[in-house]
């Protein structure tokens, strides 16, 4: 299983970003592929997820409204679009995938996860 995240950046309070994570066949095909952050000096938090099977989403409250999940199937590549960015949207960003796990309102749990990517920093500052 591979995880490439990229896309991150600085961008100014009010601004977008788009997060790319481009995944191998399997992990695109099946189970989920998740976003988590962690900011500095605080534990890693489940932001969004995916499900394969059929599109599936979650989204942690305080995202709700402004990110937006998507897949793309030609490019097994998972989307997270990221608009109207708050400065405590900074953090760095991973995406990881489990070939068993199914998108729920549970929220996301960083031990059910065995396949990460490495992580992009996400700078929200004026």
């Known amino acids: 299983v591979q995880l490439q995240a990229s896309g991150g950046g600085l961008v100014q309070p009010g601004g977008s970003l788009r997060l790319s994570c481009a995944a191998s066949?399997?992990?695109?095909?099946?189970?989920?592929i998740v976003w988590f952050r962690q900011a500095p000096g605080k534990e890693r938090e489940g932001v969004s997820c995916?499900?394969?099977?059929?599109?599936?989403?979650y989204y942690v409250d305080s995202v709700k409204g402004r990110f937006t999940i998507s897949r793309d199937n030609a490019k097994n590549t998972v989307y997270l679009q990221m608009d109207n960015l708050k400065p405590e949207d900074t953090a760095v960003y991973y995406c990881?995938?489990?070939?068993?796990?199914?998108?729920?309102?549970?929220?996301?749990?960083?031990?059910?996860?065995?396949?990460w990517g490495q992580g992009t920093l996400v700078t929200v500052s004026s």
């Open positions: 066949k399997f992990a695109f095909d099946y189970g989920a």
């Open positions: 995916i499900s394969s099977s059929d599109g599936s989403t």
């Open positions: 990881a995938s489990d070939a068993d796990y199914y998108c729920s309102d549970y929220g996301l749990d960083v031990g059910d996860f065995g396949s």
